[in-house]
């Protein structure tokens, strides 16, 4: 039997079961794996999945000449830090998050962006694993947030920058709906606060882009799937671009 002490055991991932060498030093990360299918499967260039297991759908490729990855953080903190903490043992440097969010303001509409500044989050949870008794601040890369920006407008969407709300479950978010707002969070989704956090920690830079699907302030909804799955492409286009244009 192999005996690996918890310091090296710490530094394996665990998750996702890639090789070194696997993993790019630019990464887009995304919460569905569909996502991460379909993404790889239409923009990304002799794409190779890397890992599947425990449903971190991995794929390496090009992209416009660069090497890239696309992966899955799944659905929350938990998931989003033990991907981020893995995909940076395989060596990635770079992660920008291309998820969905929902709009806390009026002038947020169906099929805008949200370029994340910041993330709001509730004490304790994921971010209060690594930053014990500490308000940390769970703020974006600069760089890769106004390269997100220029990008994705270059694409064509209405993109507004501002601070987001993480939230912690999905289910129970309606009741925090006016705090949000009023503190003046712009957009709630889940691992924003996660991936900033420990990104940082570990040394590595992140960004994040969500595509508005529905306005809880309004009750919008983008319910044509055809619709959302064109607009996620062509958003995934805008921070693949951003991706490979940001210096490492």
């Known amino acids: ?8 055991l710490a530094k394996r991932p665990y998750h996702i079961l890639a090789k070194p060498g696997d993993v790019a030093e630019r990464i887009v990360a995304v919460g ?7 993404i790889s499967e239409e923009l990304i260039e ?18 416009e000449g660069t090497r890239v990855t696309v992966a899955t953080h799944g659905i929350g903190g938990p998931s989003a830090a033990i991907a981020v903490e893995e995909l940076g043992m ?4 770079l992660i920008l998050r291309l998820g969905t969010s929902g709009g806390l303001v009026e002038d947020l509409k169906v099929g805008d962006v949200v370029v994340a500044l910041g993330a709001s989050h509730s004490p304790g949870g994921t971010v209060g ?3 014990p008794n500490l308000c940390y601040p769970a703020v974006a890369d600069p760089e890769a947030t106004l390269e997100l920006k220029k990008a994705l407008i270059d694409e064509g969407f209405n993109v507004k920058m501002g601070l987001v709300a993480s ?9 925090n709906l006016p705090l949000w707002s009023s503190l003046g969070m712009i957009a709630v989704e889940m691992e924003c ?20 699907i529905d306005n809880l302030a309004t009750g919008e909804f983008l319910e044509d799937k055809e619709e959302r799955r064109e607009l996620e492409l062509k958003a995934a286009k805008g921070v693949l671009r951003a991706l490979v244009r940001i210096p490492l």
Do not use: C, Q
């Open 90 to 93: 395989l060596g990635g440097k």
């Open 167 to 175: 939230s912690d479950s999905f289910h129970a978010e309606e009741s």
């Open 1 to 8: 039997m192999l005996k690996i002490s918890k310091h090296e």
């Open 129 to 131: 694993m690594y930053a």
């Open 46 to 63: 002799d794409a190779k999945l890397v890992n599947s297991n425990r449903g971190f759908n991995t794929y390496t490729g090009l992209f």
């Open 193 to 212: 606060a996660t991936i900033f956090t420990v990104a940082r920690l570990r040394g590595m830079r992140a960004g994040a882009a969500l595509l508005v």
């Open 32 to 38: 569905d794996p569909k996502r991460a299918d379909l």
